[in-house]
């Protein structure tokens, strides 16, 4: 079993910074993929950004440039760095951690992120 917990979303400013962190409970990286995942009102729950076992990332097409994912393995904490914020960017963010060749999969409770001004 994996808990994760998201924390680091709130209110901010159309172009303003946010920084999302997922704690894992334990030491999981080597051996899960950890995803950022996004859901707006009405939309379907959508993939933000991935960070493989392996280290490798890969971003939605409307977070290039914009979005950072990375990780901190002697924390087991996921981060999204997110910049210049659009107020279509507003959703309830989840983070997910889907073990390679397994079935396993966990997700925190989210963590709201609303644009405006």
């Known amino acids: 079993q994996v808990q994760l917990v998201e924390s680091g979303g709130g209110l901010v400013q159309p172009g303003g910074s946010l920084r999302l962190s997922c704690a894992a409970s334990?030491?999981?990286?080597?051996?899960?993929?950890m995803g950022w995942y996004r859901q707006a009102p009405g939309k379907q729950r959508e993939l933000v950004a991935q960070?493989?076992?392996?280290?490798?990332?890969n971003y939605a097409d409307s977070v290039k440039g914009r979005f950072t994912v990375s990780r901190d393995n002697a924390k087991n904490t996921v981060y999204l760095q997110m910049n210049s914020l659009k107020p279509e960017d507003t959703a309830v963010y989840y983070c997910?951690?889907?073990?390679?060749?397994?079935?396993?999969?966990?997700w925190g409770q989210g963590t709201q992120v609303t644009v405006s001004s």
């Open positions: 334990r030491s999981i990286f080597s051996i899960y993929h």
């Open positions: 997910d951690a889907r073990r390679v060749f397994s079935a396993d999969d966990y």
């Open positions: 960070i493989t076992s392996g280290a490798s990332t």
